[in-house]
């Protein structure tokens, strides 16, 4: 039990370009998602939280404009990266967290995004 | 105060060896401490979790150990095997807490030689 999918795993697009990534967990009811961004050799750096049906609650530095988040069902969380720039190319990862089980995140296989 | 420091940042480790990462953390609140195993190209793994009411949780092969009064923890793998050979990440959180947020150590790549 509690899988999270993530969909595409990679993608490479052009600059200027949007691109949206899902999250879907695949047997439980995911109350609270979490967006991660992690560059080569590095920490995952969390970038936003968001819960089914309200906007999300982003970190500090992170663009909300240029990172869109919709949370709109308690099974799918998307990441659209607006106007990509190849500086946005990385590895971005989501969890979801069940009902009842806090802090029990459980992470997405991750999503490879490489901005030409 | 929101700091996970985590070390070594690498770890080079004989089969069969004991492997060794450890981590403190500065916020008193924290309340929920898991291990996270990341191989490449995969999102990360929960390995092993504890609460401050024990000082030690074991799972197979792998032990937390942790010193509430210290503010560290420490993940120890026993028999190290060449398929534990990944990058190892501790974090912080509250248990319960309103926002459910993690804050990650920098990580620890272990490499496990046959």
């Known amino acids: 039990g509690a899988v999270v999918s993530q969909h595409p795993s990679w993608v490479i697009c052009k600059s200027g370009t949007s691109v949206k990534i899902e999250c879907r967990s695949l047997?439980?009811?995911?109350?609270?998602m979490f967006w991660y961004r992690q560059f080569p050799k590095q920490s995952l750096m969390l970038m936003a939280t968001?819960?089914?049906?309200?906007?999300?609650?982003?970190e500090q530095g992170v663009e909300k404009d240029k990172f869109l988040i919709n949370h709109a069902s308690l099974t799918l969380s998307t990441l659209t990266v607006t106007s990509a720039h190849p500086e946005d190319s990385s590895f971005y990862i989501c969890?979801?967290?069940?009902?009842?089980?806090?802090?029990?995140?459980?992470f997405g296989p991750g999503t490879r995004l490489t901005v030409l | 105060q929101q700091q996970v420091k985590q070390s070594p940042q690498s770890l080079i480790v004989q089969k069969g060896g004991i492997s060794i990462i450890n981590c403190a953390y500065e916020?008193?609140?924290?309340?929920?401490f898991p291990w996270y195993q990341q191989f490449p190209g995969k999102g990360p793994a929960l390995l092993i979790a504890?609460?401050?009411?024990?000082s030690e949780k074991k799972e197979g092969r792998f032990t937390i150990s942790f010193n509430k009064s210290a503010k560290q923890f420490s993940l120890h793998i026993m028999d190290s095997q060449p398929g534990d050979s990944a990058t190892y990440f501790c974090?912080?959180?509250?248990?319960?807490?309103?926002?459910?947020?993690?804050?990650f150590g920098t990580g620890t790549l272990l490499a496990v030689q046959p």
């Open positions: 969890s979801a967290t069940a009902s009842g089980k806090y802090n029990e995140q459980f």
């Open positions: 047997d439980f009811q995911a109350t609270t």
């Open positions: 968001s819960n089914e049906g309200s906007k999300a609650t982003y």
């Open positions: 916020n008193t609140a924290f309340d929920y």
């Open positions: 504890i609460r401050p009411d024990v």
């Open positions: 974090a912080a959180g509250l248990f319960g807490g309103a926002t459910n947020k993690l804050i």
